[in-house]
């Protein structure tokens, strides 16, 4: 059974940062690409950052100069993809959600993020 279980999402004051993590089983998590994405309410949801199976990484425009290559990570041995956020912004809070893509395409649950006062 294939499950992407996100964490560490939560309530954080403009300027904070936070550090997502994304548990993944149920497939070959070293062969896939991973990445994070992002849905703001009323808004479709956009790539934020990817770190392929070889690790090269890459970020969303909208995200670049807060959020770096080096945002996202992987560990193959822990199956697990993080997602470092640094500088955030009240236009930040949405859903985060983990994807992998190969063979097949998976999303977890999804991760609230809110960025506020």
């Known amino acids: 059974q294939v499950q992407l279980v996100e964490s560490g999402g939560g309530l954080v004051q403009p300027g904070g940062s936070l550090r997502l993590s994304c548990a993944a089983s149920?497939?070959?998590?070293?062969?896939?690409?991973m990445g994070w994405y992002r849905q703001a309410p009323g808004k479709e949801r956009e790539l934020v950052a990817r770190?392929?199976?070889?690790?090269?990484?890459?970020?969303?425009d909208s995200v670049k100069g807060r959020f770096t290559i080096s945002s996202i990570s992987r560990e193959n041995v822990k199956r697990t993809v993080y997602l470092r956020m640094n500088s955030l912004k009240p236009e930040d809070t949405g859903i985060y959600y983990c994807?992998?893509?190969?063979?097949?395409?998976?999303w977890g649950q999804g991760t609230l993020v809110t960025v506020s006062q």
């Open positions: 770190i392929t199976s070889s690790g090269r990484t890459s970020c969303a």
């Open positions: 994807n992998a893509n190969a063979t097949m395409d998976y």
């Open positions: 149920g497939f070959t998590f070293s062969s896939y690409d």
